[in-house]
């Protein structure tokens, strides 16, 4: 009598591989996503805050085009954290959604474990400003002069690596940023009493 062979269960093209167990998988995530996944928790927080913001912008769009970046070196950059004062030597200008404008300053780190440090404002364009206008590559001219109503305030700390460090220590804020022609203040505070002040003149 012929014996049936019964094929070789060949894993399509694209299939996942089988999952390992639950511990030796949760064993190989970074450090910050164990212990109740906080981590994954905060992400969810800022990422509702920034969808509400976006809700908000989508109703009064502002003038522009395209999502990308603009960045500049500075002259002159002085940042007050808390009353506390450090310089910069760099901003960074960020459009990714219609209506939000991000501004970032970059400064070296304080302490021998942090190389850099960033103090990141978010708002909205005050209605009638215009947005950047952006290419395809990404690469952004601001149209100046403009201005944001600030709604959060972040910082963030790096390795040599260029590694975070830490979760960013984000702050819900009310504020302003001005950006006129070689000129870029932005400033912000909370209930709490945290305050953030920061200014550039670039090239």
Known sequence: MPISVRPCARRRAGALPPLRPHRQQRDQLPGLLRGG????????????????????????????????????????????????????????LEQNLAGVLSVRFMADGQGPAVAAEELLFVGQLKDGQPAMDCSDDGRCDPRLPTALIVSTVAGSRYDDR??????????????????????????????????????????
């Open 162 to 203: 260029g590694l975070i460090l830490e979760l960013p220590r984000t702050h819900l804020a009310r504020g302003t940023c001005t950006l006129q022609e070689a000129r870029l203040h932005c400033e912000a505070h909370n209930p709490t009493g945290g305050s953030w002040v920061a200014e550039a003149r670039m090239p």
């Open 37 to 92: 996944f906080g981590l994954l928790r905060v992400a969810l927080l800022i990422a509702l805050q920034a969808g509400g913001l976006a809700l908000e912008a989508s109703s009064a769009p502002a003038r522009g085009q395209g999502y990308g970046r603009w960045e500049s070196q500075t002259h002159h950059c002085d940042l007050r954290i808390n009353q506390e004062a450090r310089g910069c030597h760099a901003v960074r």
